[in-house]
């Protein structure tokens, strides 16, 4: 129920009860999901006052204990203290939603899962047995149940919005599978890659950003992570005639959502054709099966 | 056995990943105050290694969702240096009005949700927006303003994608950008409102004595280029950066601290090491009021005048007072803006060309909270083989450990829960990027 601007916050505990209970949670992340959310200006206030926001220390210094109705976590799994925390959360809330690429693919911090953590840690600090930090950046999904992922790095703020709601009146959030490609051609934009040859990562990206960077003249660079089976192999192909060598191909495909596993077997696929660190295949492989066992988008 | 207490305030709730401060007391002095990080590490430095000069901006602009428009540009800058390239003109006036985008979200993001409800008595910017509507509101469509800004030229508010090496992928017609000319005077309204009303707040007693370290540019507030400048008569390059600042790791903290280096300094461009353990060297303050107290003779005149209305006198060096320093650089980031674009002109080409090549690349900006270095060397095909960040926080975090120091020291009759709450406004002020976890304090005692 609406509250008016002038109802003291602490005068009706039955009205907060009679809310439903939003939390949000951060692990290893850059906050702009979260802020995404703080920056949905015109909606705030009135979300605010539909949802009781129990838990937001962005926001709030005023925290409640669970159970939640809705958490949403934004932020991937890097330490032991944090696989566990994500167990005591999931087990308060009864939905749980993941928001962006680090919380759904592991984020950019993912590729350490290609390299030696030690020599990580030894090239920022000097003594790296103070800092306390496992060998991999997983997805939530790596450790619990997820009711449902929200893609993009960063996500986008209408897409949050049609979550939110969604998940208060029970229903499956509205969100397209398809390609940003529809969203370019929903927005007038001409092919960068038909029109201009510029390598384009949209036809293998997960729509919801509006396809931003063809609009400003760039091809995409795959920050929403893979669509619901895209097709990279053929993709991988134009991006060659284009020019790209399998050492450019890894690359791209290793940003943000290195560890999506679609966009993870493209990367693979460039290194076993002699380009980026082929060393680094053994962890990879076995990342991919950590991630894939519990990612129903796992490319087959 | 001297009476001596442990303070410790740990994080609130299951708040891993945040911040915890460790005070000791004996004999009614402190002994020790330790602000410790708990944010996982990320690696940043360690994971550019190997990437393409191109890639720079977008990966590093992953480290801060609120100041990405800092890392790309600080980032870029390195990058441009290593190409040889310049990029002057309206390319270089468009990165100035991205950046003041940045800091009117950002700085109304810290005023408005996370440092008036400390002034106000409330828990949170929603509780303040239903106790204090007529103040919160105004602030949310200030905010709106700094992001649609930087929307229009970035494509979106965080992690905006137009900014590139020599320029930008596209630039913005003059008739999109006078679209932004009502927005922006009303935002600079809002500033001036603001500022006023945040001037007449309560403010205890404080007063930094760390040396303050800005970015300056003569004639210009500097935002995105200058030479690095402090209290004490450091006038440098962004080159000879490594020669006199030192970062050091200390055992409880995953920020790394930084000081400037006792004098001589060391041979430039020495080390292409990562972060040495060193001597102490001396505490600096980067941010609002640092960039006040060195530089306040260039802000624009509404903002200098709004200054002078509200009795903000250069150097300020109280760090609640950084609320209303805040609210005159949001003014003056409006009328800057409102400048840069009344003298627009669309430039020919969005971009200059930038190859790679093979050096070391230094590059310096004043991020909202303060002065944001990067160093990248590469080789001859622009692949990244080092990458040196220092944020904001890690340069602030010894000075804000020697305030919470004297704070504490003169706050010890307080109750405990008074003296959490107290220790947690001294953080707040200095909006270090933990802040995220706003009021993230409870007090824990154990007496020794």
């Known amino acids: 129920m609406r509250t008016s601007a002038s109802t003291s916050p602490s005068a009706s505990p ?37 949802v009781e926001i129990a838990y937001f220390l962005e926001a709030s210094s005023a925290t409640v204990a669970g159970p939640y109705d809705l958490s949403l976590v934004e932020g991937s799994v890097t ?43 030894a090239a920022v600090y000097a003594t ?23 893609q993009g790095c960063p996500i986008d703020s209408r897409q949050l919005l049609e979550v939110i709601s969604a998940f208060l009146a029970g229903r499956r959030p509205a969100i397209s599978s398809a390609s940003v490609c529809t969203e370019c051609k929903r927005r007038g934009t001409v092919c960068v890659m038909v029109a201009h040859g510029t390598p384009c990562l949209g036809p293998v990206t997960h729509a919801g950003c509006g396809a931003i960077c063809p609009a400003w003249h760039r091809g995409c660079y795959g920050c929403f992570g893979p669509m619901e089976s895209p097709n990279t192999p053929a993709l991988v192909r134009e991006l060659t005639v284009l020019g790209m060598d399998d050492r450019e191909t890894g690359r791209v495909f290793r940003t943000f959502n290195a560890a999506a596993p679609a966009f993870l077997a493209a990367s693979r696929d460039a290194a076993e054709g002699g380009g980026i660190h082929a060393e680094d295949t053994d962890a990879e492989d ?7 066992a519990e990612d129903t988008h796992a490319e087959q | 056995m001297p009476s001596s207490r442990r303070i410790t305030v740990p994080p609130l709730t299951r708040v891993e990943g945040e911040g915890r ?41 992953r480290i801060c969702g609120i100041c990405p428009v800092a890392y790309q540009l ?26 003041c985008g940045e800091w009117i979200e950002s700085h109304a993001l810290h005023v408005f949700l996370l440092h008036l409800p400390d002034f106000l008595g409330c828990d949170s910017g929603l509780e303040l927006a239903r106790e204090h509507p007529a103040v919160v509101r105004p602030g949310l469509e200030l905010k709106k303003i700094g992001n649609t800004l930087m929307t229009l030229i970035g494509g979106r508010a965080v992690h905006p994608v137009n900014a590139r090496v020599g320029g930008w992928y596209r630039a913005p017609t003059r008739g999109e950008l006078d679209r932004l000319v009502g927005p922006l005077e009303r935002a600079r309204d809002i500033a001036r ?31 995105e280029r200058g030479r690095i400048a402090s209290s004490e008569g450091l006038d440098i390059a962004a080159a000879d950066y490594d020669s006199h600042f030192v970062e050091e790791q200390v055992p409880w903290s995953t920020a790394l601290h930084s000081t400037l280096a006792p004098l001589p300094p060391l041979p430039p461009h020495a080390p292409l090491a990562p972060h040495a353990m060193s001597a102490a060297g001396g505490s600096y303050l980067v941010g609002p009021l640092a960039r006040f107290a060195l530089n306040a003779r260039w802000l624009a005149p509404a903002a200098r005048e709004t200054a002078a209305e509200v009795g903000l006198r250069p150097p300020e060096r109280n760090p609640f007072r950084s609320i209303i320093v805040r609210c005159v650089e949001m003014v003056h980031a409006a009328d800057e803006a409102l400048r840069i674009i009344g003298d627009y002109t669309e430039p020919a080409f969005p971009a200059v060309p930038a190859r790679p090549r093979a050096g070391i690349g230094h590059g310096v900006t004043e991020a909202p909270r303060g002065l944001l270095y990067h160093r990248y060397s590469t080789d001859r095909d622009g692949t990244i083989l080092d990458a040196k960040i220092v944020a904001p926080t890690s340069q602030n975090q010894r000075p804000l450990e020697e305030d919470l120091r004297d704070v504490v020291e003169r706050s010890l009759d307080l109750p405990e829960a008074d003296l959490a709450r107290r220790c947690e406004r001294v953080i707040r002020n200095h909006d270090p990027c933990i802040s995220c976890a706003t009021h993230f304090l409870t007090l824990d005692i154990d007496r020794g």
Do not use: M
Not at chain 1, 23 to 40: E, M, P, R, Y
Not at chain 2, 33 to 46: D, M, V, Y
């Open chain 1, 14 to 50: 039955s009205t907060a009860a009679a809310r439903p209970r939003l939390a949000v949670w951060k692990f290893a992340s850059c906050d702009g999901c979260q802020l995404t959310l703080l920056n949905c200006e015109d909606e705030l206030l009135p979300l605010a006052a539909e």
């Open chain 1, 79 to 121: 330490t032991q203290a944090d696989a566990q925390r994500i167990g005591e959360i999931r087990a308060a809330s009864r939905r749980l939603v993941t928001i962006g690429a680090c919380a759904t693919a592991g984020g950019i911090q993912a590729l350490r899962n290609f390299a030696d953590v030690d020599g990580y840690l």
């Open chain 1, 128 to 150: 790296p047995a103070y800092v306390s930090t496992l060998s991999t950046s997983t997805p939530i999904s790596a450790h619990v149940r997820v009711d449902f992922e929200l």
């Open chain 1, 286 to 292: 076995t990342d991919a099966e950590d991630t894939q």
């Open chain 2, 21 to 61: 401060l460790l005070i000791r007391v004996s004999d009614g002095r402190v002994d020790e105050t330790r602000l410790n990080i708990f944010e996982p590490p990320r690696f940043f430095e360690a994971l550019l290694r190997g990437r393409a000069y191109t890639e720079a901006a977008d990966i590093t602009s």
């Open chain 2, 74 to 99: 600080s980032a870029l800058a390195a990058i441009e240096q290593i190409c040889g390239v310049g990029v002057d003109g309206q390319l270089a006036a468009l990165r100035r009005l991205l950046y």
């Open chain 2, 193 to 223: 409102d603001t500022a006023r009303f945040v001037a007449g707040l309560d403010f205890p007693d404080d007063e930094v004595g760390a040396v303050f370290v800005a970015l300056r540019q003569s004639g210009q507030y500097a935002i």
